[in-house]
């Protein structure tokens, strides 16, 4: 039996995870896009990080002196998923905001022709029941299967991470349509917090 336990930040001598500052020090994460995995929408991030400017995208590890990965520069980060749902980055948003504490943006992008445009969430249900003999009709809100509309995906993509307790009040939201033929983003909305 292999066992991997030696590698754990818990097992190190040096690290305590109840007096855990977060891993700002060795990677400034910054910001999160949330994007459809579509091998055609791949540059999004690129797009993202010239958009706003202030983003490293993609960074590079910093090695420490017995040439250990112990760090990046990266700020921007990727999270893709079907259809680049908010619904399936959540458990991402929190574990992240444990882990960091500079995390200032989400950023949610959807694209043009997305395969989530191509069917309504009642025939993604009932393919599962005639063909795959389950029942899925429960797990989720149907608004988050499929992308029937791009302002309201968008829009509902936003607000579930504002309502969501996964998503810290001071974090900055924004929504983007990303055309793949073009490579052009369109922003469609953004919630910004007032600064405390
Ligand atoms: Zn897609």
């Known amino acids: 039996m292999t066992n991997f336990s030696e590698h754990e930040f818990r097992k190190?001598?040096?690290?305590?995870?109840?007096?855990?500052p977060g891993f700002d020090q060795a990677i400034p994460m910054k910001s999160i896009v949330i994007y459809?995995?579509?091998?055609?929408?791949?540059?999004?991030?690129n797009a993202i990080?010239?958009?706003?400017?202030?983003?490293?995208?993609?960074?590079?590890?910093?090695?420490?002196?017995?040439?250990?990965n112990v760090g990046s520069t990266q700020t921007l980060f990727t999270l893709s998923n079907a259809g680049g749902r908010a619904i399936g980055?959540?458990?991402?948003?929190?574990?992240?905001?444990?882990?960091?504490?500079n995390l200032e943006r989400l950023i949610v992008v959807h694209h043009s022709f997305c395969g989530a445009t191509s069917f309504e969430p009642n025939q993604l249900i009932e393919k599962f029941h005639d063909h795959y003999h389950a029942d899925i009709s429960n797990m989720w809100n149907h608004d988050d299967l499929a992308i029937l509309d791009y302002d309201?995906?968008?829009?509902?993509?936003?607000e579930l991470l504002r309502s969501s307790p996964a998503t810290p009040k001071k974090m900055k939201i924004y929504g983007f349509f990303y055309d793949i033929n073009s490579g052009k983003l369109t922003e469609l909305l953004s919630d910004i917090p007032v600064a405390a």
């Open 12 to 20: 190190q001598p040096w690290f305590d995870q109840n007096n855990f």
């Open 89 to 101: 980055a959540l458990q991402s948003v929190a574990t992240m905001n444990h882990l960091f504490n």
């Open 152 to 158: 309201k995906s968008i829009r509902h993509d936003v």
């Open 49 to 68: 990080a010239a958009y706003f400017g202030d983003e490293v995208y993609p960074g590079e590890n910093i090695l420490d002196e017995a040439g250990n």
């Open 36 to 45: 459809c995995f579509d091998p055609r929408a791949a540059n999004i991030p």
